[in-house]
């Protein structure tokens, strides 16, 4: 690799990577966005997506994501396939970014979009039913589940919230929790156990998702050893996220304690010069549309600071 210096490096090309690609692309800055798998990230995984502008009839994640980059690379967006292993933001210095093949960039602004993924429950059939009835975003995916029934596999404020959420749409769901009691706050549990649509199982775990081409139903297997089968047509897995941020100098950006990346209203941390956007950012929501938007401000970001360097030269 020729060049090692750039003005605007982007880690991560799911929709907050590639917006952010988009936007730096268009103001001719110069750019680099690094994706270490196929780009469009989480979102390729995601069967079918209802809620995204632009788009009535809705459309697949992996042809959205297919569509954004496209966008990108009308305006030349410049992207390589590589792993940032490890980031060193010194004081004064330019950023360090070391790459998985040995090599190191380094650039003058930086823009972390390396996202997060939804904590799996690790049991038979979770994969293989994802996106035919398995989903971890309620938000997402309760609309398909009209007048159906769905089992919440989860017993904290996301898991109950969701829960709540879901039964807009459900006929009954279903919460499945391990203790024999919510670990959600009491104002959110009160609410779910007063919601006539919800039934809780308690002291009990789902051991398998059933069914053939989509989800039939849940095993579910009770601390003594009792096993029941629930007839489903959904399970929302809510077992908490976990950010993509291994590499990360987590104690320099003042991470929170599940390792997620504080940003002001302008997408900048605590660093000056370094942005955060997408799902590594510590926040409660988590779509689509909002990292896409978050993309493009941390560009704009990127480009007032960018612009403080060049009046200080």
Not at 77 to 98: R, Y
Not at 179 to 194: F, N, P
Not at 224 to 233: E, I, M
């Amino acid at each position: 690799m020729a060049k090692t210096h750039y003005q605007l490096i982007i880690l991560g090309g799911g929709p907050a990577g590639l917006t952010a690609g988009l936007y730096a692309a268009r103001a001719r800055l110069d750019h680099l966005l690094i994706e270490k798998g196929a780009t469009g990230g989480q979102v390729l995984n995601t069967h079918w997506i209802d809620n995204y502008p632009g788009f009535p009839e809705g459309i697949s994640g992996f042809d959205l994501m297919e569509k954004m980059a496209a966008q990108a690379k009308r305006f030349e967006m410049n992207s390589i396939m590589n792993d940032a292993v490890k980031v060193e933001l010194p004081e004064k210095a330019a950023k360090i970014i070391h790459l998985d093949d040995g090599s190191r960039l380094t650039c003058d602004s930086l823009i972390i979009c390396t996202g997060a993924h939804a904590n799996n429950a690790g049991v038979p059939g979770e994969d293989r039913f994802l996106g035919k009835g398995v989903s971890y975003c309620g938000t997402c995916d309760g609309p398909f589940f009209r007048n159906l029934d769905v089992a919440v596999i989860g017993g904290g404020n996301t898991a109950v919230q969701e829960a709540e959420y879901l039964t807009k749409f459900a006929r009954k769901v279903i919460l499945i929790h391990r203790r024999d009691s919510l670990r959600a706050a009491k104002v959110v549990q009160e609410k779910a156990l007063a919601n006539p649509n919800i039934e809780f199982i308690w002291n009990s775990r789902v051991t398998a998702i059933c069914g053939d081409k989509e989800v039939e139903a849940v095993e579910v297997t009770a601390t003594d050893g009792q096993v029941s089968r629930r007839p489903v047509q959904g399970v929302f897995v809510f077992i908490g996220i976990t950010p993509n941020n291994a590499g990360l100098p987590l104690d320099r950006l003042r991470a929170d304690v599940g390792g997620f990346i504080p940003v002001d209203t302008e997408c900048r941390t605590c660093v000056p010069g370094v942005m955060a956007a997408g799902d590594i950012c510590a926040k409660k929501v988590r779509q689509i549309v909002n990292a896409c938007g978050e993309g493009a401000v941390a560009v704009l970001s990127a480009e007032s600071y960018l612009a403080t360097l060049e009046h200080t030269s």
